[in-house]
């Protein structure tokens, strides 16, 4: 069963920059597969930051592709995500995800690969 | 950007209601929409694929239809576990967009 950590600091101060990572657990992250980073501000709903493919190319969202960055370390079963110059609007429950949205034909037998971190909030404040 | 609106934002229900929630396109998706389920604190759950397809393991009583622009997610009788939030998601182009979210509150 494929399993997601994320992890980082919970306080970024304004105009710093955001760096969080996602432990892959029992699957490999180079294996065939995208990863995504989706977030949630406290309350409303989701938007989706970006998403990795293992040989990683890249496909952000241009609403944040100016400050987003997100890599893939192979050695360590990791996905990151950076971005820069943050403000209080970035304050967020920040999700790393399995992404097969764009790619329905990995459903099969009736079943998805919907796996999910758990989320880490993350405040912008000084 | 496909603007995906969801509506209502909320509602009250009793269990055994059917509860039916709707989300309109900005445009054409197909039927590349899925729905998710959502508790406090917790990720998202996937329930619907392409607009119809029940994820495995995921109860009869949620249903999904629609094609195009405009679609419904119905809950026959609601269930004391089935008070959540629910987001619908377009799949059809990059940036995968969501809907803002239904609130089913216990009446």
């Known amino acids: 069963q494929v399993q997601l950590q994320e992890s980082g600091p919970g306080l970024v101060e304004p105009s710093g920059t955001l760096a969080l990572t996602c432990t892959v657990s029992g699957g490999a992250i180079s294996s065939r597969n995208f990863w995504s980073w989706v977030r949630q501000p406290p309350g409303k709903g989701l938007e989706w930051i970006g998403e990795?493919?293992?040989?990683?190319?890249?496909n952000y969202n241009p609403s944040l592709e100016s400050r987003v960055s997100i890599s893939v370390d192979k050695s360590k079963n990791q996905l990151s995500l950076k971005l820069t110059s943050v403000t209080a609007a970035d304050t967020a429950v920040y999700f790393c995800?399995?992404?097969?949205?764009?790619?329905?034909?990995?459903?099969?037998?009736?079943?998805?690969?919907?796996?999910w971190g758990q989320g880490t909030l993350v405040t912008v404040s000084s | 950007d496909i603007q995906m609106t969801q509506s209502p934002s909320s509602l009250s229900a009793s269990i055994g209601d059917r509860v039916t929630i709707i989300c309109r396109a900005s445009r054409s998706i197909s039927n590349y929409i899925n729905w998710f389920q959502q508790k406090p604190g917790k990720a998202p759950k996937l329930l619907i694929y392409?607009?119809?397809s029940l994820q495995r393991g995921v109860p009869s009583r949620f249903s999904g239809s629609g094609s195009g622009t405009d679609f419904t997610l119905t809950v026959s009788s609601l269930q004391p576990e089935d008070f959540a939030s629910y987001f619908c998601q377009q799949n059809y182009r990059t940036p995968w967009t969501f809907g803002q979210g239904t609130r089913v509150e216990i009446k």
């Open positions: 392409s607009a119809s």
């Open positions: 995800a399995r992404d097969w949205w764009g790619r329905v034909s990995e459903c099969s037998g009736g079943e998805c690969p919907d796996y």
């Open positions: 990795i493919y293992h040989t990683g190319t890249t």
